[in-house]
């Protein structure tokens, strides 16, 4: 399958400063990227779309302004977490789509860790 | 109600065993049924993708979905340690968008 690589894989950062997390399409050009978030022992939860050169659209209950998403490109996306607090430690995945109606592949996963 | 039922176990097995994984849902857009693979601290693997009503099988995975009942279940044959790892069940109503997970089930396959 196709390759999302997603970086860092771990972070660990203090309370009120912000976290820059990357996915990168390696092999295809992503017009779709979805962020996720799962929390431990639960379901991944869907955080925001985006297309590239657009604004992402967000989940009901998902801050905008707090989880900010970029995609500039077709092969990067990125998620950025603003004045991150421990309630925002969990582990956050991104998924990567080609074309519309084909498979999504998933990165690796961030763990972000806000102490 | 959660739109996707998932018991989270864990289920544990002796090698050689026969596995089931289910999952109910309550949304009846879905349409395309997917089964993920998550080993500890890694993003999810597609194992199986279903369209509608029906079986599917694959090397030791076959994958049921009965549409009717809103029930879909994940079968593995021949259990091995190396299966032992979290399975999520995803749901969506249109291809490739907006994903709906289960909570995922801890599955332990003993040698």
């Known amino acids: 399958g196709a390759v999302v690589s997603q970086h860092p894989s771990r972070v660990i950062c203090k309370s009120g400063t912000s976290v820059k997390i990357e996915c990168r399409s390696l092999?295809?050009?992503?017009?779709?990227m979805f962020w996720y978030r799962q929390f431990p022992k639960q379901s991944l939860m869907l955080m925001a779309t985006?297309?590239?050169?657009?604004?992402?659209?967000?989940e009901q209950g998902v801050e905008k302004d707090k989880f900010l998403i970029n995609h500039a490109s077709l092969t990067l996306s990125t998620l950025t977490v603003t004045s991150a607090h421990p309630e925002d430690s969990s582990f956050y995945i991104c998924?990567?789509?080609?074309?519309?109606?084909?498979?999504?592949?998933f990165g690796q996963g961030t763990r972000l860790t806000v102490v | 109600q959660k739109e996707v039922e998932q018991d989270p176990g864990p289920l544990s097995v002796p090698e050689g065993a026969i596995v089931s994984l289910n999952c109910t849902y309550s949304?009846?857009?879905?349409?395309?049924f997917m089964w993920y693979r998550q080993y500890s601290r890694k993003g999810p693997e597609l194992l199986m993708y279903?369209?509608?009503?029906g079986n599917k099988e694959d090397g030791r995975f076959t994958a049921q979905v009965d549409k009717s009942s809103k029930y879909i279940s994940l079968f593995i044959r021949d259990s091995q340690p190396s299966d032992s790892a979290t399975y999520l069940c995803?749901?969506?109503?249109?291809?490739?968008?907006?994903?709906?997970f289960g909570a995922g089930t801890i599955l332990r396959v003993k040698s």
């Open positions: 998924s990567a789509q080609g074309h519309v109606n084909t498979e999504a592949f």
């Open positions: 092999d295809f050009q992503a017009t779709t």
């Open positions: 985006s297309n590239e050169g657009s604004k992402a659209t967000y």
């Open positions: 949304n009846s857009a879905f349409q395309y």
């Open positions: 279903t369209y509608s009503s």
């Open positions: 995803a749901m969506s109503a249109s291809n490739g968008n907006k994903l709906v």
